[in-house]
Nanobody, 125 residues
Framework: QVQLVESGGGLVQAGGSLRLSCAASGGTFSSYVLGWFRQAPGRERDFVGAISFSGVSTYYADSVKGRFTISRDNAKNTVYLQMNSLKPEDTAVYYC??????????????????WGQGTQVTVST
């Protein structure tokens, strides 16, 4: 059983940056693909990106490609989401998730086994 706890959300102006963190406990952190998702009010949970076991490979949704970067530190059991050039449409609750399956490009949230509680990101105009 893996427990995930996100932090780092908040209010930022458009064009600004935030870095989210997700700390894991339980399980073997390096044996999981880690993903980030987001959910805006009234919308479905959308895939943001994912990172491989070692951190060598990443995969992003088109909407964030070039602006967001996922990294992980397996020694600290933590995954990060660096968000730059934020837009109001990035406003959402952001979740980290973990899965044992290896395919980064599988965006389906039901493929992920463990989820954090989410952290709110609000981008103002």
């Amino acid at each position: 059983q893996v427990q995930l706890v996100e932090s780092g959300g908040g209010l930022v102006q458009a064009g600004g940056s935030l870095r989210l963190s997700c700390a894991a406990s339980g399980g073997t952190f390096s044996s999981y693909v880690l993903g980030w998702f987001r959910q805006a009010p009234g919308r479905e949970r959308d895939f943001v990106g994912a990172i491989s076991f070692s951190g060598v490979s990443t995969y992003y949704a088109d909407s964030v490609k070039g602006r967001f970067t996922i990294s992980r530190d397996n020694a600290k059991n933590t995954v990060y989401l660096q968000m730059n050039s934020l837009k109001p449409e990035d406003t959402a609750v952001y979740y980290c998730a973990a899965k044992g399956a290896i395919l980064l490009a599988d965006k389906r949230h039901e493929e992920y086994d463990y989820w954090g509680q989410g952290t709110q990101v609000t981008v103002s105009t």
